[in-house]
């Protein structure tokens, strides 16, 4: 079956640094492009970055353009999202999202990020 399994979340300075990490399997993963979203509490779900399946283009909201990068490794079907000078505004559930045309989501159980001094 499907399977989106995120890791490397947790308590982090601001201004530090943390690198998430989504393990996939069950699917044909180089045809499709993985997102990561984020929900923090109180708000709704928003989108971060993306990565199309070949890896060959990033996206980013504008809220982390600069500090976050985004980067997959097909061959280990893995997606990962480095994290960089995180400010507390930063502090979510992080999700692992795997897309399709047409419409399919996968996604995984989320990884909370938390950004305090």
């Known amino acids: 079956q499907v399977q989106l399994v995120e890791s490397g979340g947790g308590l982090v300075q601001p201004g530090g640094s943390l690198r998430l990490s989504c393990a996939t399997s069950?699917?044909?993963?180089?045809?499709?492009?993985m997102n990561w979203y984020r929900q923090a509490p109180g708000k709704e779900r928003e989108w971060v970055a993306r990565?199309?399946?070949?890896?060959?283009?990033?996206t980013y909201a504008d809220s982390v353009k600069g500090r976050f990068t985004i980067s997959r490794d097909n061959a280990k079907n893995t997606v990962a999202l480095q994290m960089n000078s995180l400010k507390p505004e930063d502090t979510a559930v992080y999700y692992c999202?795997?897309?399709?045309?047409?419409?399919?989501?996968?996604w995984g159980q989320g990884t909370q990020v938390t950004v305090s001094s």
């Open positions: 999202n795997a897309y399709r045309w047409p419409p399919v989501n996968y």
């Open positions: 069950g699917f044909t993963f180089s045809n499709y492009a």
């Open positions: 990565i199309t399946g070949t890896g060959g283009t990033t």
